[in-house]
T-cell receptor, first 112, second 113 residues
Framework: GESVGLHLPTLSVQEGDNSIINCAYS??????FIWYKQESGKGPQFIID?????DKRQGQRVTVLLNKTVKHLSLQIAATQPGDSAVYFCAENSGGYQKVTFGTGTKLQVIP | KAGVTQTPRYLIKTRGQQVTLSCSPI?????VSWYQQTPGQGLQFLFE???????NKGNFPGRFSGRQFSNSRSEMNVSTLELGDSALYLC????????????FGEGSRLTVL
């Protein structure tokens, strides 16, 4: 069945360093891959998405890379800040419309 | 503009009872999705409504149901509550396209005793 999994449950990085969060997916039919950030006590917040016909997309301090050959997705955060501390979820939209499947999440801890 | 509003934020029920959760989407959004979040299972898709029609459904028992009204507001209902239904229930609204960009509310925390 469909599944979206994460390689690391917790990632600790020094403030100012770059962070890389990885994700593996299994459904080749997914059209969109999305990254969400969830802070404590809040709902997930959309960060960035990438369509399946792209391999890279950049936003403000974030870059998403998609490797369809190995079914791998990554989120890179430049110059990580304390406010980036949160749980990050990769997700995919493969069921058409808005049936979004979420991965298990990676907790990012930023060390001041 | 106002974000997604979920009510109630917290509630406690006992086994066998039923519960109704409400969600008001962002103005102009016609799609509302519901998710269950637990430490053990993560974020799991319940169902999605668009223009009062259920378009997608996850793998949950029939005790979980929902509906959407003409103003796009949505409710979900869980009947015959079980201890395992304790979770954070998240509602998300979107324009209804297929991008996967969802706008989440802060959730309704349900505790079943």
């Amino acid at each position: 069945g469909e599944s979206v999994g994460l390689h690391l449950p917790t990632l600790s990085v020094q403030e100012g360093d770059n962070s890389i969060i990885n994700c593996a997916y299994s459904n080749s039919a997914s059209d969109y891959f999305i990254w969400y950030k969830q802070e404590s006590g809040k709902g997930p917040q959309f960060i960035i998405d990438i369509r399946s016909n792209m391999d890279k997309r950049q936003g403000q301090r974030v870059t998403v890379l998609l490797n369809k050959t190995v079914k791998h997705l990554s989120l890179q955060i430049a110059a990580t800040q304390p406010g980036d501390s949160a749980v990050y979820f990769c997700a995919e939209n493969s069921g058409g419309y808005q049936k979004v499947t979420f991965g298990t999440g990676t907790k990012l801890q930023v060390i001041p | 503009k106002a974000g997604v509003t979920q009510t109630p934020r917290y509630l406690i029920k006992t086994r066998g009872q039923q519960v109704t959760l409400s969600c008001s989407p962002i103005s102009g959004h016609r799609s509302v999705s519901w998710y269950q979040q637990t430490p053990g299972q993560g974020l799991q898709f319940l169902f999605e409504y668009f223009s009062e029609t259920q378009r997608n459904k996850g793998n949950f028992p029939g005790r979980f149901s929902g509906r959407q009204f003409s103003n796009s507001r949505s409710e979900m209902n869980v009947s015959t509550l079980e201890l395992g239904d304790s979770a954070l229930y998240l509602c998300a609204s979107s324009r209804g396209d297929d991008t996967g960009e969802l706008f989440f509310g802060e959730g309704s925390r349900l505790t079943v005793l």
